[in-house]
């Protein structure tokens, strides 16, 4: 386990999601940041929506780390996510005005910057992949990893300095104006009208921004607890999700991208946990073999309100899919698992949980790479009972009726790593800690 230079444990949890999106990443990390001293975002952008329900109200982040309600932690946005400015801005005003104090919000001088061209660009893809489309949030956030990756990009640092970014932006709007008129016959965009809107956006910026990266070392070495929080899920990521039908994070959306998108390296990463909904949801296009049309997949949503908390869509629904959970269990190096949702499942009478697939009669044993073999594979269900009663008030595992217990024991043994918490609802009390994770 690695110490700090003072001897004293240092634990850095990884908290990613283990389906696809919206486990309930935001509520988990709300809740385990009370033991936390920093609470640091390491991927993505505004595509992500982390729902925190607290005293203070109900809240949807979308950049800002869920670690932000509690004014004594400090939160990072680090060097692998991506930031729209006015979006961020305007996250920024509406916690104020809720009074919750963003004094200690930090934000990575290396963060790539969504710029407008980004979003006009995410639009236009998808209309040319027409029944192809992904489904995307259209926050711009794909084309701006395209242009990270492409080194094209925008990053904080040159935002926030209006030399820099006259000189950045002088060479990077001639080429991003060709590709908009010539590829997609869009207007090209006003250079003046741009450069003016971001140079103030970054002047609003400036005093969030650090050198992150180094103030999570120094936490390291004076032996704080650090919570690094994924953003999306294991099975949207680019390399080990349901490619093409995922989202366009570098650093990986997985446990992988943790050290990456912080800074720091991976033997300094002690545990990893992963967020899984009590059954199976999905924005946006792409396989889902468990996926339910109409009957129980519109009960699960509508019992669930399973609504987009970024876009509003409503989310595909189906049973928990045990064969995708093993796999981002095993490619994610799992210490732990969280069941969020347990209580949408309380009024049913009986639940499913897909142990395997089949093509064509024969087993498939394995979470096939291909998106073709995904979309035949045929879930195989196994029926347990379901409790139909309330599970919301219950705060011990051991005071959960019978048939949830002996769901939640068949999930973690079909995952095939410890459960560590339970969750029975959104606030943050309402959560049944089975093993302590910090
Ligand atoms: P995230 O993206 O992983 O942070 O998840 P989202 O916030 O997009 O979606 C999770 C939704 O489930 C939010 O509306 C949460 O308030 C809600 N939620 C989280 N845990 C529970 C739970 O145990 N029970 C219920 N009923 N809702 C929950
Ligand atoms: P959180 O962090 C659920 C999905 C989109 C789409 C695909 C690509 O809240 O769990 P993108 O805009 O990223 O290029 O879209 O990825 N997607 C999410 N689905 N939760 C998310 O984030 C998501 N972020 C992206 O719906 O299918
Ligand atoms: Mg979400």
Redesign the pocket.
């Known amino acids: 386990m690695p110490r700090s230079g003072r001897g004293k444990f240092m634990p850095v949890i990884v908290v990613i999601g283990g389906q696809w ?2 486990e309930g990443k ?1 509520r988990t990390i709300d809740l385990l940041a009370q033991n936390a001293s920093i609470v640091a975002r390491y991927s993505a952008g505004n595509n ?4 925190v329900v607290n005293d203070m109200g109900t809240f949807r982040l979308h950049l800002v780390p869920a670690g932000i309600f509690y004014g004594d932690k400090v939160c990072i946005m680090g060097n692998g996510v991506v930031v729209d400015p006015p979006v961020l801005l305007e996250e920024i005003q509406d916690l104020q005005s809720k009074g919750v104090s963003v004094k200690n919000l930090y934000v990575s001088d290396r963060c790539h910057i969504v710029m407008p061209y980004h979003i006009l660009i995410d639009r236009a893809d998808e209309e040319l992949r027409g029944p192809a489309a992904i489904g995307t949030t259209f926050r711009g956030v794909g084309p701006a990893f395209v242009d990270k990756v492409g080194r094209i990009g925008i990053r904080m640092v040159d935002l926030i300095n209006p030399d820099a970014f006259r000189e950045r932006l002088s060479l990077v709007l001639p080429y991003k104006n060709a590709v908009l008129q010539k590829l997609y016959g869009l207007e090209p965009l006003d250079f003046d009208k741009v450069y003016e809107a971001y140079r103030d956006f970054g002047r609003r910026l400036a005093p969030f921004v650090a050198d992150t990266a180094v103030m999570v070392q120094e936490a390291l070495t004076r032996g704080e607890t650090i919570l690094l929080e994924g953003a999306q899920g294991s099975l949207l990521d680019l390399d080990s999700g349901t490619y093409e039908y995922v989202t366009s994070s570098v650093p990986s959306s997985t446990a992988a991208g943790a050290g990456l998108g912080i800074g720091i390296g991976p033997t300094q990463i002690t545990r990893v946990v992963a967020v899984y909904k009590a059954y199976q949801t999905r924005v946006g296009n792409g396989p889902m073999p468990t996926e339910l049309k109409g009957g129980v997949g519109d009960e699960l949503r509508e019992k669930g309100q399973e609504y ?3 876009t509003g869509r409503p989310r595909r629904c189906g049973w928990f899919d045990a064969v995708a959970a093993r796999y981002t269990a095993r490619l994610n190096g799992l210490s732990g698992a969280v069941i969020t949702r347990l209580d949408v499942l309380d009024t049913f009478a009986s639940v499913k949980v897909c142990t395997s697939y089949q093509v064509d009669g024969v087993p498939v044993d394995r979470f096939p790479a291909s998106r073709g073999r995904l979309a035949c594979c045929e879930p195989i269900f196994e029926e347990l009972p379901g409790w139909q009663e309330p599970t919301t008030h219950v705060r011990r595992f051991e005071d959960l009726p019978r048939h949830a217990r002996e769901y939640v024991k068949r999930l973690e043994q079909l995952i095939g790593v410890p459960v560590a918490l339970v969750s029975v609802g959104p606030e943050r009390e309402q959560a049944i800690i089975v093993k302590p994770i910090l």
Do not use: I, L, S, V
């Open positions: 999106g919206d935001g992500a929506g982390h729902t987009g908390a970024t």
